[in-house]
């Protein structure tokens, strides 16, 4: 069976400063991953995706991930906060020919001036 | 192009009743995902709809039914409410490519709550 872990509940990062949020996965086989932001009441806005190749993805609004299998991990990066990115941010994984999502708990990612 | 739509945007039912909830999908995607959203966790697969039949189903109770209909659209259907059932629903349309690559589009989702 497939599951996420994602480490964080909560984080706060002062505006400007890096970010990194944490995801650990498990699956039998080559899995596509994803990283889902969603604000409060909202649905879920898709950031990116990796199915295979390059193990760094770029996303929209300036996010990266990167895809390490030894590790099993797939962590999601921003150079530089902005105060909009506070939101809550979830890490999926899914599989070829099945398209239905497992998501970890979410991560909240609080912005301090 | 229009995106997954959802209605209601929130419902409040009474334990014991029957609630529906429906989803358009987007533009020429033929597979409906539904997801339940408790307060404060990771959306939970309900089952997922291709081509008008069920495709695979999630740890919930057959209370819990839907449909899609030949414009790709969808239904949830759940019946005997119960307090847990209060949640976000999600509805989501993908469309995989000839490489078996598919992602998940997200509506707004509807928010039930059972009193």
């Known amino acids: 069976a497939q599951s996420v872990t994602q480490p964080d509940i909560h984080i706060t990062v002062s505006e400007g400063a890096s970010l990194e949020l944490r995801c650990n996965y498990s699956?039998?086989?080559?899995?596509?991953l994803f990283w889902y932001v969603q604000s409060p009441g909202q649905g879920l806005q898709l950031l990116l995706k990796?199915?295979?190749?390059?193990?760094l993805v770029q996303g929209i609004k300036g996010f990266e991930a990167e895809f390490k299998r030894s590790q099993s991990s797939f962590n999601l990066r921003k150079p530089s906060v902005h105060w909009s990115d506070a939101a809550e941010y979830f890490c999926?994984?899914?599989?070829?020919?099945?398209?239905?999502?497992?998501f970890g708990k979410g991560t909240m990612l609080l912005v301090s001036p | 192009e229009t995106g997954v739509t959802q209605s209601p945007t929130h419902l409040i039912k009474t334990r014991g009743q029957q609630v529906t909830l429906r989803c358009s999908s987007q533009?020429?995607?033929?597979?409906v995902s539904w997801y339940q959203q408790a307060l404060g966790q990771g959306p939970q697969f309900i089952f997922q709809?291709?081509?008008?039949?069920?495709?695979g189903r999630g740890n919930f109770p057959p209370r819990f039914s839907g449909l899609q209909f030949p414009n790709y659209s969808s239904e949830l259907n759940v019946n005997a409410l119960e307090l847990d059932d209060s949640a976000l629903y999600l509805c989501?349309?993908?469309?995989?490519?000839?490489?078996?690559?598919?992602?998940?589009?997200f509506g707004p989702g509807t928010r039930l709550t059972v009193t």
């Open positions: 990796y199915f295979s190749g390059d193990t």
């Open positions: 999926a994984v899914g599989a070829r020919g099945y398209s239905t999502l497992t």
């Open positions: 989501a349309s993908s469309l995989a490519d000839s490489g078996g690559r598919w992602e998940q589009y």
């Open positions: 533009s020429g995607h033929n597979t």
């Open positions: 709809y291709y081509r008008e039949e069920e495709n």
């Open positions: 699956y039998g086989a080559t899995p596509y």
